[in-house]
């Protein structure tokens, strides 16, 4: 934080002040005491933004007060001004203006407010006036000195979108076996001839994988158990999202129990769709050539836990009384712990991400089960029937969420990871049922029924930032101009190439980096899956130039010079482009995305160099058998496919 010890800085501000000084105790507690006083300092522009800086208080109190700055005129002047931005002297300083305030207790009286770019798209060269707010009495909320003679400073730039987006090059190659979604037959076998390799790491995962399947089956865990109310707290828990605690309200293991039926002297499930997929990937991959530990799980256990729940849910989960399929979001609702609907300023919209985080391994489970024979045609068309339903409910609900969420204040918000979570299930889905038509939908926006509003082309732009590219402003407002303290969002007033959109989350250390690592990874499971269907994003570049190699190499940058799960400072980043942008926050999630960078982009060394930390980082982290992304990875240098 900027210091005002400089004497110099106060001559000005002491010597106004002189006035206050030398009047008679008793003259100036009965005509002064509780006027609002202050001084604007200046207006800066740096990488965080513009700010406006100053001091401000109420005479005689110790109570940090607000200050409102106002463009044209302030608010008392007959003609109109115009609310720019609000904020709170309460920031510490000197000896000076506590004397100059009559403040022996507080010394919170200065103030250094950010203006967020969208304020100044509208303000800009306007005249600024900080008003400051009383805490106490009815004195007038007044102007402080030096309002009306800076001016609001210069827009930054409006990042423009094309009007048209770059296609993603190659053909829909319809395939009639399976698996054909997240992995086709050669990458099976591919990495079961890695699995076989003593010292690989594919070997010791493999290992791991095989030991996390044995577990799930030796349970006492009711993996048939299933849900139909409303609830998506309970489908978030029991079927999309394995770890505890999960996102939400997340609801206790007894409450899980009734609600999904758990039968006596079982637990309920967690996760139920991700386990279903590790347990499908390990006999699949057994059945390509993996050799099975000694004792370790057998493909005809395996495949049958994996069968078993997602015919679970294909047949009774996601129903409503009547037994018909949930397939609008207005059937489902998301309870606080106090029983009532939870809401947020996009409404309710509860369905599309947590049915979109469990889908896409249900998909990936019934694919390669499909791809053992291990399914009769029965029971695959009720699987089907099932995924063909989750298409049309997430569609639905992302359209629809998408127009509600572009009114917000704050609608560059929506280009985020949930929506790129959407976007994954549709293709995922798609792909499963070979629909090319729906597939190209998702990834181009489609017509009539197939529509797509917010298609992957267009997120894909609006999600990474490319060379020279601008920051999105519609964001919610940084709260201070020091990025460790600006909460609940946090954005720098430049971009660097491959920075993705969610960094603006600022709430924990474990989001600016985080949420942004979600978003990266749901686009290289689109890209596994576009690149099985022919279509190739790996070699996407958007309208801004960017793709999923840039965003990977930038977030690579402060795996290297802050580390893995480590927390990035201003010491440790400064050789990373605006890694201001991070202070305070967490490396976390970086790892698999680094892994699979340096598979799909081998020829990257600032990926590769990462690796061997990257392992050591991965294999410690509660994703680290994620089965979507499982073998996707290098085993030794030059092991390149």
């Keep these: ?238 079927y999309a999202f394995e770890q505890k605690p999960a996102y939400g309200n997340d609801r206790s293991e007894e409450a899980l129990a009734t609600a999904m039926q758990v039968r006596s002297g079982l637990a309920p499930p967690h996760g139920a769709a991700i386990v279903a997929a590790r347990a499908a990937l390990y006999a699949a991959l057994v059945q390509a050539g993996a050799k099975p530990p000694v004792a370790g799980p057998t493909v005809s256990a395996t495949s049958s836990l994996a069968k078993s729940i997602v015919l679970a849910w294909a047949d009774h989960g996601f129903r409503d009384d009547a037994g018909a399929f949930r397939n609008a979001d207005d059937k489902y609702c998301d309870l606080d712990p106090d029983g009532k609907a939870h809401t947020t300023q996009f409404g309710t919209f509860v369905g599309a991400l947590t049915h979109a985080r469990g889908v896409i391994y249900s998909v990936h489970a019934q694919d390669l089960l499909e791809g053992m024979g291990a399914v009769n045609p029965a029971e695959q068309a009720r699987m089907d029937m099932f995924h063909h339903n989750m298409f049309d409910v997430i569609r639905s609900i992302n359209n629809a969420q998408y127009g509600v969420s572009m009114k917000w204040r704050y609608s560059d918000e929506t280009y985020n990871n949930q929506f790129a979570t959407h976007l994954l299930a549709l293709l995922s889905i798609s792909r499963l049922l070979d629909d090319g038509e729906d597939l190209k939908a998702v990834l181009d926006g489609g017509k009539g029924s197939r529509t797509v509003i917010l298609p992957w082309i267009e997120l894909f732009d609006h999600i990474i930032y490319g060379p020279n590219d601008t920051p999105l402003l519609n964001i919610t407002p940084n709260s201070s101009v020091d990025p460790v303290k600006s909460h609940p969002g946090y954005q720098t007033a430049i971009v660097a190439a491959g920075e993705i959109n969610d960094r603006y989350r600022h709430s924990n250390p474990s989001q600016g980096i985080g949420y942004p690592m979600g978003s990266l990874e749901a686009l290289y499971m689109s890209a596994e899956i576009l690149k099985n269907a022919g279509l190739d994003a790996y070699g996407y570049r958007g309208a801004h130039g960017q793709s999923i190699e840039m965003a990977t190499q930038y977030y690579a940058c402060l795996a290297k010079y802050a580390g893995f799960a480590a927390m990035v400072t201003k010491e440790n980043s400064g050789q990373c482009p605006d890694a201001r942008q991070y202070w305070g926050m967490v490396v976390n999630a970086v790892q698999p995305n680094i892994l699979i960078g340096s598979y799909r982009f081998p020829q990257n060394q600032a990926l590769t160099e990462l690796e061997v930390p990257a392992r050591a980082a991965f294999v410690k982290s509660s994703g680290s058998l994620e089965p979507i992304l499982f073998g996707k990875w290098r085993d030794a240098a030059g092991n390149v496919r």
């Design 1 to 238: 934080m900027e210091k005002y010890d400089n004497p110099s800085t106060f001559r000005l501000m002491i010597l106004g002040a002189l006035c206050w000084i030398v009047v008679a105790p008793s003259t100036a507690d009965t005509a002064e005491t509780g006027r609002i006083i202050g001084q604007i300092d200046g207006v800066s522009v740096d990488d965080g933004g513009a700010h406006v800086r100053g001091w401000a208080c109420q005479l005689g109190r110790p109570e940090s007060i607000d200050v409102h700055i106002y463009a044209n005129n302030a608010p008392t002047e007959a003609s109109k001004s115009i609310l720019g931005v609000a904020g709170r002297a309460d920031l510490g300083n000197e000896a000076a203006v506590d004397a100059v305030c009559k403040d022996t207790l507080g010394r919170k009286h200065r103030f250094d407010v950010p203006v967020p770019g969208a304020v100044l798209l509208k303000l800009h060269g306007m005249r600024l006036f900080v008003h400051g707010i009383r805490v106490v009495g009815t004195v007038e909320n007044a102007a402080i000195n030096g309002s009306g003679t800076v001016s609001f400073p210069d827009a930054p730039p409006v990042r423009k979108a094309p009007a048209s987006y770059p296609r993603v090059t190659g053909s829909y190659v319809s395939l009639k076996e399976h698996p054909r979604v997240f992995d086709a037959r050669a990458d099976l076998q591919d990495i079961a001839r890695r699995a076989n390799i003593p010292g690989t790491f594919t070997a010791e995962r493999f290992g791991a994988l095989a030991a996390r399947v044995g577990q799930a089956l030796g349970a006492r865990i009711d993996w048939e158990a299933t849900y139909s109310g409303c609830d998506m707290e309970i489908y978030l828990r029991g």
